[in-house]
T-cell receptor, first 110, second 117 residues
Framework: EDKVVQSPLSLVVHEGDTVTLNCSYE??????LLWYKQEKKAPTFLFML????IEKKSGRLSSILDKKELFSILNITATQTGDSAVYLC??????????FGKGTLLTVNP | DTGVSQNPRHKITKRGQNVTFRCDPI?????LYWYRQTLGQGPEFLTY????????KSRLLSDRFSAERPKGSFSTLEIQRTEQGDSAMYLC???????????????FGQGTRLTVV
């Protein structure tokens, strides 16, 4: 059965800190790894990664995929209170189904 | 608004009643997903359509749940004889065909929050 595990499950930091969120996956016929940010509504798309070792970057957020180790990380530098959210990792596999992890709850305190 | 649209946004029902939710995907998105999310959990896969074909259904989905996408556009999710354990946020997402075999990003609707009392 397809499986995605995120760690840590929750994290509390101060504004300005840098955080690294982890995602490991075991998915049949892996196609891509996606990161989403979820505040009190539906998840919003951040990144999709399909190739190992190529960093994707958007402002203070960046992500990279390691297909050999079945692992991805999401980095957030110079965190702000507005970064507080649940960050979800999803792996796309057979039939293009997306399997999600439980998410990492990030709290950024002023 | 060209995003994924779900109706209703909230539904309160008595145990044992049937409920139906609707999802209108982004135009031209041929893939449509239904997920269920409870507090503190990530979205849990329920079922997936490519055009009008239901390609996969989670083993977690009991026979009280049924989904349709009759013309390959909007989709409905019906829950019969609701139970309190069905209380959750039901999320719909859609995506368009990518090149090659890669996924493309799925865009989510705002969800339907179901409360079974």
């Amino acid at each position: 059965e397809d499986k995605v595990v995120q760690s840590p499950l929750s994290l509390v930091v101060h504004e300005g800190d840098t955080v690294t969120l982890n995602c490991s996956y075991e998915v049949t016929n892996f196609r891509s790894l996606l990161w989403y940010k979820q505040e009190k509504k539906a998840p919003t798309f951040l990144f999709m990664l399909t190739s190992s070792g190529i960093e994707k970057k958007s402002g203070r957020l960046s992500s990279i995929l390691d297909k050999k180790e079945l692992f991805s990380i999401l980095n957030i530098t110079a965190t702000q209170t507005g970064d507080s959210a649940v960050y979800l990792c999803a792996a796309g596999g057979s039939n293009y189904k997306l399997t999600f992890g439980k998410g990492t709850l990030l709290t950024v305190n002023p | 608004d060209t995003g994924v649209s779900q109706n209703p946004r909230h539904k309160i029902t008595k145990r044992g009643q049937n409920v139906t939710f609707r999802c209108d995907p982004i135009s031209e998105h041929n893939r449509l997903y239904w997920y269920r999310q409870t507090l503190g959990q990530g979205p849990e896969f329920l079922t997936y359509f490519q055009n009008e074909a239901q390609l996969e259904k989670s083993r977690l989905l009991s026979d009280r749940f049924s989904a349709e996408r009759p013309k390959g556009s909007f989709s409905t999710l019906e829950i019969q004889r609701t139970e309190q354990g069905d209380s959750a946020m039901y999320l719909c997402a859609s995506s368009f065909p990518g090149t090659g075999t890669a996924n493309t990003e799925a865009f989510f609707g705002q969800g339907t929050r179901l409360t079974v009392v």
